[in-house]
């Protein structure tokens, strides 16, 4: 039996940090710009989607909470 490797999930490159996981201490700068670079997308997606009137059922806010996890939308938003 052949052991296949799982595809990555969606949105994994720039939608998690490994920081943001875990949450100990001070991340670097090269983190805090990864972070802040996230937040400004993840705030940019969701200023278009309450523009649009999308309710918060809506797939498309569903694929942000998928992408970017459920605290962080929560703050964008």
Do not use: C, N
Request: net charge positive; aromatic share 6%; glycine share 10%.
């Amino acid at each position: 039996m052949s052991r296949r490797k799982r595809p990555p999930q969606k949105g994994t490159d720039g939608g998690h940090i490994e920081w943001l996981k875990h949450r100990t201490g001070y991340p670097t700068a090269g983190e805090r710009e990864k972070i802040l670079q996230l937040r400004r997308r993840l705030t940019l997606e969701a200023i278009a989607l309450v523009l649009s009137r999308a309710d918060r059922d809506d797939s498309r806010f569903r694929a942000l909470i998928g992408t970017y996890g459920k605290d962080e939308v929560v703050r964008a938003v």
